[in-house]
């Protein structure tokens, strides 16, 4: 990690270690940004926005930004129906990374990781993540964070966290999304006027506020089932509590009593997501945690669509895991992903490699030969073809 | 968290600082099972079972020499080890080349994309070949080419990686012939 990369972190970090911000309304507290403003010069908010600007840019060429078109409109037009006259001040940026997480920074740059994007079922419950991130750009909050630090001198928590994002060293510039995620370590206070706020952004802009627990709720289970609960980025910046959903589950319901039909928005999630959602799901699998992908493909599965995909997944765990019987279930969901006609083709040759494994040669031979009927430019045709002439 | 870091994780994504030997332009043991003719002179570390030789830096380009990786073993040391792929002995080239990529991944490379993957020999042993590009943390293109063989249950690949412009084709040719070169001990 170079000189200015390691001061860079370390100063996130140092902004990060505070643990108390100050609310809206308590003394002290700072008015809302305002559309199209810019800190003066000689102000410490420009230092902030300055340091910022500098992550920003080598978050651009980071080669983690997903540059697939209409994603990224989707997502700013999300974001623009949130807070329309904030809309030309900020920057989103969707991030190629397997994990739950949103951030916005103070100079208007909103990270949002492909983890949300696979784990939110439909646009209202995107939206709420971000209005809540909103939250936290327009009430100014990471300048009130800073200011507190610099007031409480708070430096046993700077060292604690250095310490910690240390053990991040080796995968580098994660290290630095992550340490960039933890400059919204908020106050409970900040948190509930960011939950607040998130809920008032998707309530006006015309989204179903009931969505808004659910993903949480999502979030608390797949928590329960991972491998190191502590990894769930998203909760190490944003405290998750029983209370907190039960809060937006009775906020949701009072303000969808009202019998007004609002936006849930399945179909363009779906129909903005679906074509990189296999891509997401190989990510995902790709953490090794397969109890907590379990219960991500679970919920992905309640979709109900893209179900060869799915299945082909399902079967990908199976594989991959690699415990006792779960050679037979992989061929099983493998077989189950070809009744659908989104199946990949590369199921026939999944199945195929594990026929030959079970000794079953005559289902193999037809897997593989399927497959290179299928694809016979395949890029692998020739490994595939030595194969079969192996088993001849 | 164990932050040991092999010197192979270390070329592709970070700066290392290991310590180097030099590998002359004759004949040298890879290991116990095989030899190369390296073609020209080298820079080497080694740590574990894998061997890095680089001309220009191990960040800009490196040739890594895994030996024999057992049941079990991940690629890359250190980290989060249970939540890297790790190899199995029953494997078929196309699972190994998804062990590599993952384990690429795990370790910050971006969109590894994999081509032509073929039988290849590995010295007179048969084995599998293919050529990947990724973009490294930092966002500079990379390009690679994988050789490797199972011999008694364990894996051996020759990984010869670099940036895309200039680093990467400036040796390309010598690993060739370095492969070509590839002789089993003991045959």
């Known amino acids: 990690m170079s000189l200015y990369r390691s001061v860079c972190c370390l100063a996130l970090i140092f902004l990060a270690s505070v643990s108390c911000a100050t609310a809206r309304g308590s003394p002290g507290a700072l008015p809302d940004i305002r559309p199209g403003q810019r800190p003066a010069i000689d102000t410490e908010e420009a230092g902030l926005w300055m340091m910022m600007d500098r992550v920003e840019e080598r978050l651009r060429t980071s080669g983690r930004v997903v540059t697939d078109a209409n994603l990224n409109l989707y997502v700013r037009d999300i974001v623009c129906r949130l807070a329309a006259e904030h809309c030309s001040d900020i920057r989103v940026y969707i991030v190629r990374t397997p994990h739950f997480n949103a951030s916005m920074a103070p100079n208007g740059t909103m990270q949002v990781w492909t983890g949300l994007i696979l784990r939110a079922e439909n646009e209202a419950q995107l939206a709420y993540v971000l209005g809540h991130e909103l939250g936290h750009y327009l009430r100014r909050h990471t300048l009130q964070l800073w200011r507190d630090i610099r007031a409480k001198g708070n430096f046993l928590a700077f060292f604690q966290l250095a310490t910690a994002a240390a053990g991040f060293g080796y995968i580098g510039p994660i290290a630095e999304l992550i340490a960039l995620g933890s400059i919204y370590q908020f106050s409970r206070d900040s948190e509930r006027e960011a939950d607040d706020l998130g809920f008032e952004l998707m309530a006006k802009a015309g989204y179903d506020p009931r969505e808004a627990s659910s993903i949480w709720e999502a979030l608390i289970k797949e928590q329960k089932a991972a491998k190191d609960p502590e990894r769930i980025i998203f909760f190490s910046t944003h405290p998750s509590t029983e209370e907190r959903v039960e809060t937006l589950k009775q906020l949701g319901e009072r303000a969808g009593a009202d019998g007004v039909n609002r936006i849930i928005g399945r179909e363009r999630f779906l129909a903005a997501v679906l074509p990189l959602r296999a891509d997401l799901l190989r990510d995902e699998l790709r953490q090794r945690d397969f109890a907590r992908t379990q219960v991500v493909l679970d919920r992905v599965f309640e979709s109900g669509v893209g179900l060869g995909v799915l299945h082909f997944c399902q079967g990908e765990l199976f594989r991959l895991r690699g415990g006792e019987g779960d050679e037979r279930k992989a061929i099983a969901s493998y077989q189950k992903a070809l009744e659908f006609d989104d199946a990949p083709v590369e199921t026939y040759r999944a199945l195929g490699f594990l026929f030959v494994r079970v000794g079953n040669k005559a289902q193999a031979r037809n897997s593989l030969e399927r497959y290179l009927a299928i694809r016979p430019d395949a890029d692998d045709r020739d490994m595939i073809k030595a194969h079969l002439q192996e088993m001849q | ?187």
């Open chain 2, 1 to 187: 968290m164990k932050r040991r870091v092999t010197p192979f994780a270390l070329p592709l994504f970070l700066c290392g600082c290991a310590a180097y030997s030099l590998v002359e332009a004759k004949r040298t043991a890879i290991g116990d099972l095989y030899t190369v003719d390296p073609q020209i002179s080298w820079s080497s570390t080694s740590q574990g079972k894998t061997d890095t030789w680089t001309v220009d830096g191990p960040f800009l380009q490196a040739v890594h020499f895994v030996k024999g990786l057992e049941d079990g073993e991940v690629l890359f040391k250190g980290g989060d080890e249970e939540k890297r792929p790790k190899f199995k002995k029953h494997m078929t080239p196309s699972e190994i080349m998804e062990f590599v990529v993952d384990s690429l991944s795990a370790i910050g490379a971006q969109d590894v994309q994999t081509v032509n993957l073929r039988p290849e020999r590995f010295g007179d042993v048969p084995g599998f070949r293919f050529e990947m590009i990724f973009t490294s943390n930092e966002g500079l293109e990379k390009q690679g080419l994988v050789i490797g063989t199972i011999m008694k249950e364990q894996l051996h690949l020759i990984i010869y990686a670099g940036t895309r412009a200039h680093y990467y084709p400036k040796h390309k040719e010598h690993v060739e012939r370095m492969i070509q070169s590839i002789s089993l001990k003991g045959k």
